[in-house]
């Protein structure tokens, strides 16, 4: 399998050259050349399988030619076996029509460890093979930064630096990060939102007085093997409800677009998505542009869900480009006007393209805290906000009711104590194996949100290129 760029001008690479760039050298993101095709029997052939193994059948053909399928076992059974239950993403049934996926039993507490525990193994993997080593720059409104330090601390090879919006991610998402003291993490406090973190994550990737030095690499969603490694669970969910022969619906709590356009590849891999709903909180732009063909970015809100409060959604480039007929070369274009004027009109044919298997709905905070109380009063589960604003767009989306729907419930209740204990009464408890987080130290530089401020400061601790 090669990759493209969706920008049209960047070489195509394989599999393990797409998981170390991160990102194409033209700033598009890279995506399969094709989409691989399941059969309605090869699906059904999967249910039961335990998760790692499905992952291995469901990623082989995104890996061909960089690994083998024994080396694909080997490494999604590693990445899978630190998972605290023995499903790794177990499903569970609210009501009749409702159910939650449960992406939150990895060491970070979050859907994130699902995909990056395994790009941990395949950063390893590819830097043994070559004298290369990788410079991961990464930006974090909350979950990605633990999870990503936690793949990769102590490792060889790499140094991570993250950034994260100074103030705006919960005290438990704060100190998974700045508690692992390992030589090669550096946590960085930014003044301004996880947006300006993000682009300026985006501009080290084209800034020639970095790359010449370090080989930059990504963690967060614009790496393709994050989402490939995030399409499994749609599988692993709607096999257990019946699929092929039924049709499943997914809701899905979301900011950079990662998590739900891994539900749209499953989709193309032929499983039976009936919809895909795009659950946004008060920070909507993903809401406004699939409701009415409007992306302009507007000032982030802070909000109890920090991880979805994001106004730039890098991964929607993909799916424009996808809806869009791949056209990099307009795409190109497209995405410079956006980044020049801060606002893009969808065009039709990408709007009808999105609107055949998507649909939105935005949730503010009495929402949020309302199905907060649902599904404590009414199903005796303890979910956090980003849940609750997927629980809330599943609820209201109006699936026929022969449809089971899905939301993905992307994080543990515990990293978020005050919001669930303000809508519960109830103060969830960290599970054992986060271990004295509170009580341990913790190390971070703070900077202001300044490029050259950030640059200067990779530079004076990364190891550059050999
Ligand atoms: N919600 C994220 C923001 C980064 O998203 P990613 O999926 O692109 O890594 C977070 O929690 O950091």
Not at 21 to 27: N, V
Not at 390 to 419: C, E, N
Not at 429 to 436: C, E, F
Request: hydrophobic share 45%; with cysteine.
């Amino acid at each position: 399998m090669d990759y493209i760029s969706t920008r049209g001008s960047a070489p195509a690479l394989d599999f393990a050259g797409a998981t170390l760039a991160g990102l194409a050298s033209d700033g598009g993101l890279y995506v399969p050349r094709t989409w691989p095709k399941f059969s309605q029997d090869e699906i059904a052939a999967m249910a039961g399988l335990p998760y790692a193994e499905l992952a291995q059948k469901i990623m082989l053909p995104f890996v061909e030619g960089s690994l083998s399928a024994e080396r694909l076992l080997e490494l999604t059974r590693a990445a899978y076996g630190r998972f605290a239950h023995a499903a790794v993403t177990p499903l569970k049934q609210l009501d009749q029509q409702q159910w939650l996926l449960e992406l939150f039993h990895g060491p970070t507490l979050a859907f994130k460890d699902v995909a990056l525990q395994l790009l941990g193994l395949l950063f390893e993997e590819f830097l043994a093979r070559s004298e290369q080593n990788l410079t991961i720059v990464g930006a974090t409104s909350g979950d990605t930064g633990s999870a990503a330090i936690d793949a990769v601390a102590g490792r060889a090879k790499i140094d991570i630096f993250m950034l994260h919006p100074r103030g705006r991610v919960s005290d438990v998402q704060r100190r998974q990060m700045t508690t692992v003291l390992a030589p090669n993490v550096h946590n960085i406090a930014i003044e301004g939102s996880f947006d300006d973190a993000q682009a300026m994550v985006k501009r080290m990737f084209n800034d020639n007085g970095m790359t010449d030095r370090f080989a930059i690499g990504a963690v967060n969603s614009i790496n393709w093997a994050r989402l490939m490694a995030q399409v499994v669970y749609y599988f692993a969910a709607a096999l257990q409800l019946g699929a092929p022969q039924r049709k499943v619906a997914f809701s899905v709590p979301t900011g950079n677009f990662g998590d739900v356009f891994a539900g749209y590849v499953a989709a193309q891999m032929g499983l039976p998505i009936e919809r895909l709903i795009v659950a946004t909180n008060v920070n909507d732009i993903l809401h406004r542009a699939l409701s009415t063909g409007d992306y302009s970015q507007g000032t982030v809100t802070p909000t109890a869900a920090p991880s979805m409060d994001i106004q730039v959604s890098s991964n929607f480039e993909r799916l424009l480009f996808d809806v869009g007929g791949r056209d990099g070369k307009a795409l190109a274009e497209q995405m410079a006007g956006f980044e020049a004027t801060k606002a893009m009109q969808l065009t039709n044919a990408q709007r009808e393209g999105a609107a055949a298997l998507f649909s939105s709905a935005r949730a503010d905070a009495d929402d949020m805290n309302r199905a907060i109380r649902w599904a404590f009063v009414e199903c005796g589960e303890t979910i956090d906000p980003h849940t609750a604003i997927g629980l809330h767009a599943a609820r209201v989306a109006g699936i026929a009711a022969d449809i089971p729907v899905v939301t993905l419930a992307t994080a543990h209740p515990a990293k978020f104590t005050d919001a669930v204990e303000h809508a519960t009464g109830i103060r969830p408890t960290l599970p054992t194996r986060v271990g004295d987080l509170f009580e341990r130290e913790e190390r971070l530089t703070a900077l202001p949100g300044d490029y050259d401020a950030v640059a200067d400061y990779v530079s004076a601790h990364a190891t550059p290129r050999p």
